[in-house]
C-alpha cells in the first residue's frame, strides 16, 4: 500500500507558472500525473520511470511541463510554466509499484492515487 499526497495547486493567472508536489508512503516504479477537468475524461500529463528516468509528457504540455523526482525523498514534482485556461484542472498523483521496463500512460496503469490538487488558471 502506497499513499500519495499532492501539494502546490492553486490559483495563477494565465501565462505563469506553478510546481506540484506528490510525497509517496514507499518506493514506486512509476510516478505520473493525471489530470481531470469537468466533464472531460483523466489525461495523463507526465509520467517519470523512477529507476531510470525516462519521462513521458502528454502533447498538450510538451515543452511547458517537467516532471522531476526526488528520489531518496521519494517526491515527485510537475514543473508547468505558460499555463492558459486550458491546464485548469483537478491534478492527480498517481504510482505504479510494478516493476515495468516503461511507464503507463494510462490510469489504467496506475494502482495508487493521490486525492488531487486543484490548479485554476484565470485569464
Known amino acids: 500500500q502506497v499513499q500519495l499526497v499532492e501539494s502546490g495547486g492553486g490559483s495563477v493567472q494565465a501565462g505563469g507558472s506553478l510546481r506540484l508536489s506528490c510525497e509517496a508512503s514507499g518506493y514506486t516504479y512509476c510516478m505520473a500525473w493525471f489530470r481531470q477537468a469537468p466533464g472531460k475524461e483523466r489525461e495523463g500529463v507526465a509520467s517519470?520511470?523512477?529507476?531510470?528516468?525516462?519521462?513521458f509528457y502528454a502533447d498538450s504540455v510538451k515543452g511547458r511541463a517537467t516532471i522531476s523526482q526526488d528520489y531518496a525523498k521519494k517526491m515527485t514534482f510537475l514543473q508547468m510554466s505558460s499555463l492558459t485556461s486550458e491546464d485548469s484542472a483537478m491534478y492527480y498523483c498517481?504510482?505504479?509499484?510494478?516493476?515495468?521496463?516503461?511507464?503507463?500512460?494510462?490510469?489504467?496503469?496506475?494502482?495508487?492515487w493521490g486525492q488531487g490538487t486543484q490548479v485554476t488558471v484565470s485569464s
Open positions: 498517481a504510482a505504479d509499484v510494478l516493476m515495468r521496463g516503461s511507464c503507463s500512460r494510462g490510469p489504467g496503469g496506475y494502482k495508487y
Open positions: 517519470i520511470h523512477t529507476a531510470s528516468g525516462s519521462t
